[in-house]
């Protein structure tokens, strides 16, 4: 595989366009970037599980419909899938949610096969199953093994996550838990201001070579090498709701990355990482201007277009 992605599924149900509806839609960090990165025609392999819900069985369907490596493909009774209620306040998108026990919390150490683990080149997680029953044992795994096999590691914090039940120290917590095995970061503005503002700082306590910090409309910041340079979104008009558009951009860099040559963080170079950036936050735009919906997450051809186009 190109990319082993472990973690949360969720089902977000975002704001339609008639009063009082709303889309369903699948989400969660991991498997959205699992879906953007398989887009940009990577060969990708998902390590979570899904409820045998009707919720469960359509997130197995988004999987193979994008032609993903489903690892556990076994569905759960024992717990209903995470479902998540994005809202709108004042015209801002707000996450005004009771989340539930998802089947994701379920997934343990025995899910996590060494083959897999062996046999890609990246391996991601996000923070949200870093508080979810034994899924905190396989994601912490998960990250140590690839940092012991030499894999790049790559990491999303999640605010979302971050807030879950107004524990931000706690969620803080499991976050630092795992930085000492990342080698790529991904941060949000929110998320940058919730760590104490000094991802500099925080990639030399932790001896992480690249962090890079979404920036919404404004594009995307890279640290790296101590320099720390931009590229900036193509304008994108306003929507109701962004979500998928981060894991759009993180999905297309890491593949943008692997098209570049990049197999290591020794590979890295400012001239492949502005490429990666300009490319990740085309697909972070386009995503937006189809509601981020991960139906819409772009595929490759879709952004060399514009690359192309200049």
């Known amino acids: 595989m190109d990319l082993f992605s472990i973690g ?24 959205n970037c699992a879906i953007a990165a ?47 209620f994005v809202s709108l306040n004042n015209g801002e998108r707000s996450f005004t949610f009771a989340r539930k026990p998802g089947a994701d919390m379920l997934l343990s150490i025995d899910d996590v096969r060494e083959e897999d683990l062996e046999n890609t080149k990246i391996i991601h997680a996000g923070s949200c199953s870093l508080t979810k029953g034994t899924a905190i044992e396989a994601t912490l795994y998960a990250l140590r093994r690839g940092q012991e096999l030499g894999k790049l590691v790559s990491f999303d914090v999640n605010y979302r996550n971050l807030l879950w039940n107004n524990d931000q120290q706690a969620a803080l917590h499991m976050v630092y838990k795992a930085l000492p095995f990342v080698n790529l970061l991904k941060v949000s503005e929110e998320e940058t201001e919730m760590m104490g503002g000094d991802i500099p700082a925080i990639m030399k306590e932790y001896d992480i070579p690249l962090a890079v910090e979404t920036l919404g409309a404004k594009g995307a ?13 193509p304008p994108v008009p306003k929507v109701v709701d962004t979500t998928g558009a981060g ?8 593949a943008s ?19 990666a950036l300009q490319e990740g936050v085309i697909a972070g735009a386009l995503s937006v201007q ?7 997450l772009p595929t490759r051809a879709e952004i060399l277009a514009i690359v192309r186009e200049g």
């Open 257 to 275: 990355l692997l098209a570049y040559g990049v197999l290591k963080t020794e590979d890295l170079t400012k001239e492949v990482l502005l490429k």
């Open 8 to 31: 949360e599924m969720l089902i977000d149900f975002i704001p339609g366009s008639e009063p009082a509806s709303y889309i369903r839609n699948a989400g969660g960090a991991p498997a």
């Open 290 to 296: 189809k509601k981020g919906a991960i139906s819409s």
């Open 247 to 254: 894991d759009a951009f993180w999905g297309t860099f890491m």
């Open 221 to 233: 910041r890279c640290f790296f090498a101590d320099e720390v340079f931009t590229a900036d979104c």
């Open 38 to 84: 398989a887009r940009n025609e990577l060969d990708v392999g998902f390590c979570g599980i899904m409820g045998d819900d009707d919720f469960g069985r359509f997130l197995h369907e988004i999987l193979k419909e994008n032609n993903i490596r489903i690892l556990c493909p076994k569905l759960t009774d024992q717990a209903v899938t995470t479902m998540a």
